[in-house]
Nanobody, 131 residues
Framework: QVQLVESGGGLVQPGGSLRLSCSAS????????IGWFRQAPGKEREGVSC???????????YYADSVKGRFTISRDKAKNTVILEMNNLKPEATAVYYC?????????????????????WGQGTQVTVSS
């Protein structure tokens, strides 16, 4: 089982940026699809982005419509981390952000935003967007 840890959350003003990292302990994240989800109080857990690993090819990236063009997911394979760059943040982005691993493959990418597709979850990191 993969052990995941999120970091990088904090308080930021609207329009600001944050960089979240998802790190693995004892496992190579290259073997997994990695998703970023967020959950605000009283709300369902929402898929934000996903990176699906592709052997010998560039990773495939997917985004929720609400963040497309402002968020970017990437992998730093040397550090065994998955990064979520969040730009032009809006108050609606306030939530606890989680990363999770999945056996999803390209071809089943339509399921990337479904929490039940994911196995292990990190503890979450709080993002607060407020002036």
């Amino acid at each position: 089982q993969v052990q995941l840890v999120e970091s990088g959350g904090g308080l930021v003003q609207p329009g600001g940026s944050l960089r979240l990292s998802c790190s693995a302990s004892g496992f190579n994240l290259d073997a997994y699809a990695i998703g970023w989800f967020r959950q605000a109080p009283g709300k369902e857990r929402e898929g934000v982005s996903c990176s699906i690993n592709r052997s010998g090819r560039d990773d495939s990236a997917y985004y929720a419509d609400s963040v497309k063009g402002r968020f970017t997911i990437s992998r730093d394979k040397a550090k065994n981390t998955v990064i979520l760059e969040m730009n032009n943040l809006k108050p609606e982005a306030t939530a606890v952000y989680y990363c999770a691993d999945s056996w999803l493959r390209v071809g089943a990418e339509d399921r990337w935003s479904r929490p039940l597709e994911y196995d292990s979850w990190g503890q979450g990191t709080q993002v607060t967007v407020s002036s």
